[in-house]
């Protein structure tokens, strides 16, 4: 097999010329993870897909992590995580976004990035696709800490940014909740889900990838809640919040950005150190089943904050 790549829309790339079912080299591994490494976000189409296969496959990139709520996992395959839409679970995802229901909407954000130590990635495969709606969105910040003028990048170099996780999208403080009602059975606190009640979590405005070495940029959207002392780096609270009214607006900009639309047989391997992903969800009753491999980080890129 000889690996073909052709860039998507904006960011990442597709691969083709491989087939998960044929015997993958150790010289192709090694290709595969250079171009994850490269791009961030990668895309496999038609491929003949079993779960022990994905398992297999996901495996390439480094060690997999299993979920920690075993609901959400497959019994015969604990290392799946399975997201599903279209069930008796919907109630509990479900809002009004300018007088629609939608079920499963995701703001845009990093796996784990609330506890200091996010995976390193995830692989996506389509295993039901609803006909309209149920997108995923990848966005690059790297390309996005590319394309910001020096004096920020500069500034970036000086602050931390905490992040507060917390159950309640309108409570939410860099968000869009315009247009936005939440459901009647919507959590209100981590326990309510058997979450821990974690911490807040601080990570520097820009983050050295631990392995590429580029330089990422530090601000996400959900659970992005203040700078940490600004006042070190020289910035009014005024200041602080517009800074990350700023960023946010910037990492919302379409060129850092892929929608992918699935279709079965799809795989959507990224970098969850360099990208991150939003859903765009789905009508109540719609079915739409991916299953979800976790590649382990084994790197900690924020701290979580005990004082201030």
């Not at 000889?2 to 591994?29: A, C, H, R, W, Y």
């Not at 390309?143 to 000086?158: F, H, V």
């Not at 047989?265 to 992903?277: F, I, K």
């Not at 701290?303 to 201030?308: F, H, K, N």
Request: net charge negative; glycine share 8%; hydrophobic share 35%.
């Amino acid at each position: 097999m000889k690996l073909q790549v052709t860039p998507l829309e904006n960011v990442g790339v597709e691969i083709s010329g491989f087939d998960i079912n044929e015997p993958v080299t150790q010289e192709m591994k090694d290709e595969l993870k250079a171009l994850w490494h490269e791009y961030g976000i990668l895309l496999f189409r038609n491929q003949d897909i079993t779960a022990e296969k994905q398992i297999e496959f996901s495996r390439i990139f480094g060690p997999l992590e299993l979920h920690p709520l075993k609901a959400t996992t497959d019994e015969a395959n604990p290392e799946l995580f399975v997201l599903e839409s279209g069930g008796d679970k919907d109630k509990f995802f479900t809002a009004k976004y300018d007088g629609e229901e939608v079920v499963g909407r995701l703001d845009w954000h990093i796996d784990l990035h609330y506890t200091g130590r996010p995976n390193h990635g995830a692989l996506l495969r389509a295993v039901v696709v609803p006909e309209n709606d149920g997108l995923t969105g990848f966005g690059d910040l790297a390309k996005a800490y590319d394309a910001l003028d020096q004096e920020t990048k500069d500034l970036l170099e000086k602050i931390e940014v905490a992040y507060s996780f917390c159950m309640q999208r309108r409570n939410m403080r860099y968000v869009d909740v315009e247009g936005y009602e939440p459901g009647p059975f919507q959590p209100k606190k981590p326990s309510d889900m058997n979450y821990p009640d974690f911490p807040d979590a601080a990570y520097p405005g820009v983050v050295t990838h631990p392995i590429t070495g580029r330089k990422v940029l530090g601000i996400v959207e959900q659970f992005l809640n203040r700078v940490i002392t600004p006042q070190q780096a020289g910035l009014s609270n005024d200041e602080a919040i517009e800074l990350l009214e700023k960023l946010v607006a910037h990492t919302r900009r379409p060129e850092f950005h892929y929608f992918h639309e699935w279709k079965e047989g799809d795989m959507v391997l990224w970098d969850n150190w360099r990208a991150m992903h939003c859903a765009t969800g789905t009508r109540k009753g719609v079915r739409r089943v991916i299953n979800r491999t976790t590649i382990e980080g084994d790197v900690t890129l924020g701290r979580v904050i005990t004082a201030e």
